[in-house]
Nanobody
Framework: QVQLVESGGGLVQAGGSLRLSCVVSGRTFSSAAMGWFRQAPRKEREFVASISWATGYTYYADSVKGRFTISRDNAKNTVYLQMSGLRPDDAAVYYC?????????????????WGQGTQVAVSS
């Protein structure tokens, strides 16, 4: 079993930046790739970005491309999401997720483990 703990959320003004972290523990060797998702009130969970542990290859949703950067620190078993140019429509609970599949995917169904989420609020 893999445990995921997110941190770094908070309130930021539009145009500002935040960095989210996701620490992975437990059966970390079973995780091939990581993803960040978000869910705003009354909306479905939405893919944000994913990254491969082994290669560092990344994949982004069009809505965040050029503003958000996903990265990983293999030694610390930690994945980051650097968010810049935040907009009010970026406000959501952000979740990290782990998949055993060696593929970068936007499908939440393909992720095996999820964190509890961290809240991001953006004021206009």
């Amino acid at each position: 079993q893999v445990q995921l703990v997110e941190s770094g959320g908070g309130l930021v003004q539009a145009g500002g930046s935040l960095r989210l972290s996701c620490v992975v523990s437990g059966r970390t060797f079973s995780s091939a790739a990581m993803g960040w998702f978000r869910q705003a009130p009354r909306k479905e969970r939405e893919f944000v970005a994913s990254i491969s542990w082994a290669t560092g290859y990344t994949y982004y949703a069009d809505s965040v491309k050029g503003r958000f950067t996903i990265s990983r620190d293999n030694a610390k078993n930690t994945v980051y999401l650097q968010m810049s140019g935040l907009r009010p429509d970026d406000a959501a609970v952000y979740y990290c997720a782990a998949t055993v599949r060696n593929v970068l995917t936007a499908s939440p169904q393909l992720y095996n483990d999820w964190g509890q989420g961290t809240q991001v609020a953006v004021s206009s």
